[in-house]
Structure formats: structure tokens, C-alpha cells
T-cell receptor, first 114, second 111 residues
Framework: QQQVKQSPQSLIVQKGGISIINCAYE??????FPWYQQFPGKGPALLIA?????SEKKEGRFTISFNKSAKQFSLHIMDSQPGDSATYFC?????????????FGEGTQLTVNP | DGGITQSPKYLFRKEGQNVTLSCEQN?????MYWYRQDPGQGLRLIYY???????QKGDIAEGYSVSREKKESFPLTVTSAQKNPTAFYLC??????????FGAGTRLSVL
């Protein structure tokens, strides 16, 4: 079964701290790993994504770390801000032959306290 | 203003009624998707379409139907066969770099 497991379910961080969310996958055919950010009552928006040919990707305060052998990837939010409070979803897909279908993790509700 | 437009924002379904959720995109994307989101759960794929006049079932297609007669439009019908329809429904389209863009969602409740 194509699953993506995400942890923790919820996370509380102080302003300026580091938020870390982890995901693990089973299907080695996955070749695209995005992270989405969702605010209450809104649709998810792409935050950052990585392909398995690199081990790390950084965009501003957001970094994805990717461990292909362990089939794990994580999102690090540096200098977390109250405006980062949202639900974060990891996802994975395996190319256009499968319709580039995204399989989502269960989500992590991040709260950043001021 | 380009993007995905979902309507209505809120929808109520009576027992035995079919309801249709609208999804329109002006991004010129070939592929479109419907997801269902329940509290504390990730998004689950209902149906997807890679091209006009073609669509495939996702992981939870039972009780739902779709059509793709135009590139811009991918409506979802929640039929009376869907016994637990209360959820947040999200439509998305995908660009050539594999990024999926989501609409603002429709929240469906049962009266």
C-alpha cells in the first residue's frame, strides 16, 4: 500500500525556535516529495519540494532533508514565527504514468507561540 | 487573476440528494484532482483527470462521480450513495513541473 506516515500530529514551538516535522514512506517508486502548508479554511499551498537525487533543499527558513536509504524526509522551519502557525502536510508521488497522484501524510498542526 | 475557483464555499445536502461541487481553473493545466479532507486526516484522492474526456478513480471514489467535458472544468457530484459526505472538498490542478495548485475548498454538511 502506498502510504506516507507523518509525525508528530501536533507541535508547539516558541517564537525563534526550530520546528521539525518528519515523514516516512514505503514505496521506493516515489520520485517527488512536496510539503504543503494549509491555513484554516483555505486550500493547501506548496511550500517546498524535493526529488530523491538530492539530500537537502533550502528555501529561506524552510529546509527539506531527504534520506533515501531510510525512506524518510523531514521539514525544518528555522526561526519559527507565529505566522508559521498552520497545518503542514508532506506528500509523495511517483510520476506521470500514475497521474502524478499525491499521497499525503496525516498532517501536523504547528503552533508557534509569541 | 489566475487560479482555481471552487463554489460554493458552503453546501448542505439533504438525505437522498445528489449535490454537485464546482471547480474551474484558468491556469491551462491538463490535470485536475478532487480530494476529500476530514479532521485530523490527510487529503484523500477521490478522482483525477489527466486530460479532457478522461478520468480515473482515486482511493475513495465510491459514492462520487465526475465529468471532464472542458479543460477548465472538473465538477464533482456527491451522490446519495455516499453515506458519510460531511467533509472539506478540495480541487487541484497540476502544472508541467508537477506542482498541484489548490482551490479554497467547499465545506459540505448534511442536514
Amino acid at each position: 500500500q502506498q502510504q506516507v506516515k507523518q509525525s508528530p500530529q501536533s507541535l508547539i514551538v516558541q517564537k525563534g525556535g526550530i520546528s521539525i516535522i518528519n515523514c516516512a514512506y514505503e514505496n521506493t517508486a516515489f520520485d517527488y516529495f512536496p510539503w504543503y502548508q494549509q491555513f484554516p479554511g483555505k486550500g493547501p499551498a506548496l511550500l517546498i519540494a524535493i526529488r530523491p537525487d538530492v539530500s537537502e533543499k533550502k528555501e529561506g527558513r524552510f529546509t527539506i532533508s531527504f534520506n533515501k536509504s531510510a525512506k524518510q524526509f523531514s521539514l525544518h522551519i528555522m526561526d519559527s514565527q507565529p505566522g508559521d502557525s498552520a497545518t503542514y502536510f508532506c506528500a509523495a508521488s511517483r510520476g506521470e504514468t500514475s497521474g502524478s497522484r499525491l499521497t499525503f501524510g496525516e498532517g501536523t498542526q504547528l503552533t508557534v507561540n509569541p | 487573476d489566475g487560479g482555481i475557483t471552487q463554489s460554493p464555499k458552503y453546501l448542505f445536502r439533504k438525505e437522498g440528494q445528489n449535490v454537485t461541487l464546482s471547480c474551474e481553473q484558468n491556469l491551462n493545466h491538463d490535470a485536475m484532482y478532487w480530494y476529500r479532507q476530514d479532521p485530523g486526516q490527510g487529503l484523500r484522492l477521490i478522482y483525477y483527470s489527466q486530460i479532457v474526456n478522461d478520468f480515473q478513480k482515486g482511493d475513495i471514489a465510491e459514492g462520487y462521480s465526475v465529468s471532464r467535458e472542458k479543460k477548465e472544468s472538473f465538477p464533482l457530484t456527491v451522490t446519495s450513495a455516499q453515506k458519510n459526505p460531511t467533509a472539506f472538498y478540495l480541487c487541484a490542478s497540476r502544472d508541467t513541473t508537477n506542482i498541484q495548485y489548490f482551490g479554497a475548498g467547499t465545506r459540505l454538511s448534511v442536514l
